[in-house]
């Protein structure tokens, strides 16, 4: 993601698209950071609640494997359900690469963008509340994905 000068962006862009894919979001500087913060956000957030959800068809006994294949068939899917907990939760690997203290920071510097914004963040603050939760108890330098051991705990399951 990159903001500035539209001219420059397409100069630069043949070297950005062999790093990825560049997106020209807007020409003044950090609207490309609030892109990514927005992002990071929206991804905890499915995490966060795909924990919630699993949990619960988990303790209802629905297997979780076939609870994801419904969901993913259906209008709940999001990157959680996709990827993060068929590859790293499920398995019970929990090696997505990316830490929770991390995680934690960029939903800080979000959220306290919003703020600054005046853009009311009642969600974001309840997710950041689940993530530090999980950084408090797993460790910052924990998976992303442990997050759902919080979950787990609180309903005496796990999704496996």
């Given at each position: ?53 699993m949990a619960m068809g ?58 600054r914004l005046g853009v ?41």
């Open positions: 993601m990159v903001a500035g000068p539209r001219d420059v962006f397409e100069r630069l862009k043949p070297a950005l698209d062999v790093i990825g894919k560049a997106f020209f979001v807007g020409d003044r500087p950090g609207q490309a950071q609030v892109v990514k913060l927005v992002n990071n956000l929206l991804s905890v957030t499915a995490l966060a609640i795909t924990s919630e959800g988990v303790k209802a006994g629905v297997d979780p494997r076939i609870m994801l294949d419904a969901i993913n068939a259906g209008s709940g899917r999001n990157s959680a359900t996709q990827d993060k907990f068929p590859r790293n939760v499920i398995p019970r690997s929990f090696d997505m690469g990316f830490a929770l203290g991390l995680s934690y920071k960029d939903i800080r510097l979000c959220l306290e963008e919003a703020e009311p963040t009642i969600v974001g603050n309840a997710v950041k509340q689940v993530l530090g939760i999980a950084k408090a108890t797993q460790g910052p330098d924990a998976d992303l994905t442990t997050i759902v051991k919080a979950v787990e705990s609180w309903a005496g399951v796990e999704v496996k």
